[in-house]
Nanobody, 126 residues
Framework: QVQLVESGGGLVQTGDSLRLSCAAS????????MGWCRQAPGKEREFVAT????????YYADSVKGRFTISRDNAKNTMYLQMNSLKPEDTAVYYC???????????????????WGQGTQVTVSS
């Protein structure tokens, strides 16, 4: 099992950048496929990005491709989401998630993750 804690959210303006972090507890972080999902007010949770165990394979939702970058540092038990050129439609609670399978493509779906953080709010003003 892994415990996840997000940080780095906040209130920014359109076009600004933010970097979210996800700190994982336990010694097995490097065995989990990791991802970010988000939930906007009144909407269902949606997939944002996922990264393979070794960090070499990534997938992104079309809505963030080219603007967001997911990365991980297994030595620090931490995952990141660099968000550039933020838009008001990026406003949401962002969740860090983990899954035990090595197939990164399997985790291009917010329903497949087993472990979740508590979320961090990102608000982009126009």
């Amino acid at each position: 099992q892994v415990q996840l804690v997000e940080s780095g959210g906040g209130l920014v303006q359109t076009g600004d950048s933010l970097r979210l972090s996800c700190a994982a507890s336990g010694r097995t972080f490097s065995t989990y496929t990791m991802g970010w999902c988000r939930q906007a007010p009144g909407k269902e949770r949606e997939f944002v990005a996922t990264i393979s165990i070794g960090g070499l394979t990534t997938y992104y939702a079309d809505s963030v491709k080219g603007r967001f970058t997911i990365s991980r540092d297994n030595a620090k038990n931490t995952m990141y989401l660099q968000m550039n050129s933020l838009k008001p439609e990026d406003t949401a609670v962002y969740y860090c998630a983990a899954g035990p399978y090595s197939s990164t493509s399997y985790y291009k779906n917010e329903r497949t993750y087993d472990y979740w953080g508590q979320g961090t709010q990102v608000t982009v003003s126009s």
